[in-house]
């Protein structure tokens, strides 16, 4: 009889661990599926915020791209601008060729404005900026010039919108 109790117990506990197998065997399947949607979801999600931030970024540099290449063209055409300022400055008033390189002068710097270009005013006395001046020459200060303000502008500035393309160059009274 010993014998018959001890079978009896080795088969109840069997039975019992059995069929909580076969419960999470059959529970598995789907489990395992929601696992796989949400980790499928999420890659998704991930790869749509990546795309997102891809668009943003390449619009972005779209835009920086066209100012760079404004830049960049804004500065070659400044040499000719001073050229065109010194011509000015050296032809006689009575020149009859006068009234045309003003013509063109004007056209070319309107052209130029209508891009974004504004040329910094810079007046003699006006203190000196290391931020936005550049100074190649300094003269003693005097009781016209103290120390630290401007004694002449040698070359313009320039400005697209708000940077600075060319600093002005400037004598300054040290």
């Not at 008033?93 to 004007?106: K, T, V």
Request: aromatic share 6%.
């Amino acid at each position: 009889m010993a014998a018959k109790k001890g079978s009896k117990k080795v088969e109840k506990e069997e039975v019992p661990t059995e069929e909580p197998i076969k419960v999470e065997a059959e529970k598995d399947p789907l489990v395992e599926a929601e696992a796989a949607i949400a980790e499928e979801k999420n890659k998704f999600l991930r790869l749509f915020a990546e795309f997102e931030n891809y668009k943003k970024r390449t619009a972005k540099e779209r835009i920086e791209l066209f100012k760079t290449a404004s830049q960049e063209v804004m500065v070659a055409m400044l040499p000719i601008l001073d050229d065109f300022e010194r011509a000015l400055n050296e032809l006689d008033e009575n020149d009859e060729q006068l009234a045309g390189i003003r013509l063109i002068h004007n056209k070319f710097n309107d052209t130029l404005k209508q891009q974004g270009l504004s040329k910094m005013e810079i007046t003699p006395k006006a203190v000196f900026d290391a931020e936005v001046h550049e100074a190649i020459t300094q003269l003693p200060a005097s009781d016209d010039f103290p120390k630290g303000t401007i004694v002449d502008v040698v070359t313009a500035g320039y400005k697209l919108g708000d940077l600075i393309i060319r600093y002005p160059k400037v004598v300054v009274a040290q």
